[in-house]
C-alpha cells in the first residue's frame, strides 16, 4: 500500500511562488515515476507535471514549462513542484500521484492507482 502527503498550497498574488511537497511512504520501489495533476473546478483533472525517481528527470505540461519545476529528495522519498510566476488560471486543487508507471502513460491519469488528498493552491489578487 501507498500513502502520499501533500502539502504547501495557499493563497498567492498573480507573479508570486509556491512549493508543493509529495511524501510517499509504503510500497513505492517499483514505482518510477510520480506525478502532478491539477483539477480546477467544473473541469477534468491535468496532468502538470511528473518526475522520475531515479535521475530526476521531469516532464511537464506545455502551459508550465519555464515556470514550474519539479525536483525530489530520494532520501526523504519526497517531491517537490516549485511553481513561479503563478497565473489565475493556475488555481486548482493539485494532486500528487504514484502508480507504476511508463514513460508514455505519464500524462493520463487513469494510470495512476494512488493519489495524495490533494492541496489547494489559488492565485488571486
Known amino acids: 500500500q501507498v500513502q502520499l502527503v501533500e502539502s504547501g498550497g495557499g493563497l498567492v498574488q498573480p507573479g508570486g511562488s509556491l512549493r508543493l511537497s509529495c511524501t510517499a511512504t509504503?510500497?513505492?520501489?517499483?514505482?518510477?515515476?510520480l506525478g502532478w495533476f491539477r483539477q480546477a473546478p467544473e473541469k477534468e483533472r491535468q496532468f502538470v507535471a511528473a518526475?522520475?525517481?531515479?535521475?530526476?528527470?521531469?516532464y511537464y505540461e506545455d502551459s508550465v514549462k519555464g515556470r514550474f519545476t519539479a525536483s525530489r529528495d530520494n532520501a526523504k522519498n519526497t517531491v517537490y513542484l516549485q511553481m513561479n510566476s503563478l497565473r489565475p488560471e493556475d488555481t486548482a486543487v493539485y494532486y500528487c500521484?504514484?502508480?507504476?508507471?511508463?514513460?508514455?502513460?505519464?500524462?493520463?491519469?487513469?494510470?495512476?492507482?494512488?493519489w495524495g488528498q490533494g492541496t489547494q493552491v489559488t492565485v488571486s489578487s
Open positions: 500521484a504514484t502508480g507504476r508507471l511508463i514513460l508514455s502513460s505519464l500524462h493520463n491519469a487513469d494510470n495512476y492507482p494512488n
Open positions: 509504503g510500497r513505492t520501489s517499483s514505482h518510477r515515476y
Open positions: 518526475i522520475a525517481w531515479s535521475d530526476g528527470r521531469a
